[in-house]
């Protein structure tokens, strides 16, 4: 009963947030982790011209709490969800279960980001009747990167999205420096990336990104660094946590959050990759003669 076992009665669960957030450096380390997360799908959601008519697909939804926030801020009719891992559908369902969303109906499924077209051809119920089988706005928040591949994501995106209107909406990574070319390096630069779960063939300049969502149809791209704003915010936040809750937490899980953290001042400082946010509209369908 005594040592630091009763933490927990102290501790109140907020969210079950994980993105990098979008981190305001007049108030970091005061910020807290949730209100980054927040700025961060703000940031992204911003200027979709989200109504109330919307049918929003949110592919790599976290734990759920983006979807919630997006139909508090937002209030689309509709938001469906996809994630590949169970556990964090499982967490997302409780979550919307237990908190009011007025006007706003989320669904949440276990589906493949690469799979997208295969995903609405397996689901029924997913649209109204009188609707079209397609969605308004396709988002995707601090995930794309890990897709295997995202290229193959973007052009199943756009064909799940309505021609001409439907919105693409990305918090995503890219390269800032070309990846080496020396056996020894290129090795290291996988090796790197395979550990994050991060596809290398992902891992793109500007250019080829840019290159890809034009060969996946969209127009008007919109793509904005941001990086200055995320990886030194997460960093400091992890080692802050750190510090206040070490003695509570078990060894393994500190070393890989200060592990981690050290990864992030590194991206920070030798400006290795792009933090992007990317929006763009979807062209028109492809003439199919």
Known sequence: MYGLQHAFLNLEVTGWWFNMGLWDKERVPAMRFQDACKALVEKVTSRLDITSNSHILDVGFGCGDQDVYMAQLHKPARITGITIEPIQHHAAQDLVKRTPTPGTDIHLYVADASKLPQFLESTPGLFAPSTNRLFSHVISIDSAYHYNTRAEFLRNAAQVLQ???????????????????????????????????????????????????????????????????????????????????????????????????????????????????????????????
Request: proline share 6%; hydrophobic share 40%.
């Open 163 to 289: 021609p001409n209107t439907g919105r693409l909406a990305l918090a995503d990574m890219i390269l800032a420096k070309p990846p080496p070319n020396s056996g020894l390096g290129l090795s290291i630069f996988k090796t790197v990336f395979n550990a994050m779960e991060v596809p290398s063939v992902n891992m793109k300049m500007m250019d080829k990104y840019r290159q890809d969502l034009e060969d996946a149809g969209f127009v008007d791209i919109e793509i904005e660094c941001i990086e200055d704003n995320v990886f030194s915010g997460l960093a400091n936040h992890i080692e802050n946590q750190t510090s206040r809750f070490g003695g509570m937490v078990g060894p393994g899980v500190k070393w890989t959050y200060l592990a981690l953290a050290k990864g992030l001042w590194w991206l920070d400082r030798s400006k290795w990759l792009h933090f992007v946010v990317v929006k763009a509209r979807n062209g028109p369908r492809p003439s199919s003669s």
